[in-house]
């Protein structure tokens, strides 16, 4: 099944600058020297987008790019420093916040960037996504309605 992110990239592509696709034995072996279990979604989502800017305020980070400011390394050391909890591997920063995978449960998170207080906590990272982002900025770019999606 496709992710309601990548299907909206389809719909408004000018809205979605990728990065683009990242080797998936690249990506392994990140994961592996990390020792990171990332929930399955996830990987995917880099291995097709290598992450990128959504919506002009929203950076989904790059796994692999070590020298970018929106790399996941660069993120993750700047906010470990101000507080961030180990076992937070920070994947989303912008406008919504920080989002976050917590290692111990697999959990998507979404924090206060400034106080890492919990603003929410999605099963998928497609629950986050249409409960962060998509809801935040859907009506405003003219995103298709989603069946039950109450945020709409």
């Known amino acids: ?35 990171e279990d990332v929930p399955v979604q996830l990987v995917d989502f880099w291995l097709k987008t290598g992450g990128g800017e959504v919506f002009e305020s929203e950076m989904m980070l790059h796994p692999l790019d070590l020298t970018s400011d929106d790399s ?19 994947f989303h920063e912008g406008a919504c916040g920080l989002s976050v995978v917590r290692s111990k449960d697999a959990a998507y998170l979404n924090l206060d960037d400034r106080t890492y207080q919990l ?7 497609d629950d986050w996504y ?23």
């Open 1 to 35: 099944m496709t992710s309601q992110i990548l299907l909206d990239a389809d719909w408004k592509p000018h809205l979605f600058r990728w990065a683009g696709p990242v080797d998936e034995l690249q990506l392994a072996a990140w994961l592996q020297r990390r020792g």
């Open 72 to 90: 996941i390394e660069n993120v993750e050391r700047y906010h470990h420093g101000r507080g961030l909890p180990e076992g937070h591997l920070p």
């Open 119 to 125: 603003r929410g906590s999605y099963a998928s990272f």
């Open 130 to 152: 249409r409960r962060v982002i998509r809801k935040e900025f859907a009506a405003r770019y003219g995103l298709p309605i989603l069946a039950g999606a109450p945020w709409n």
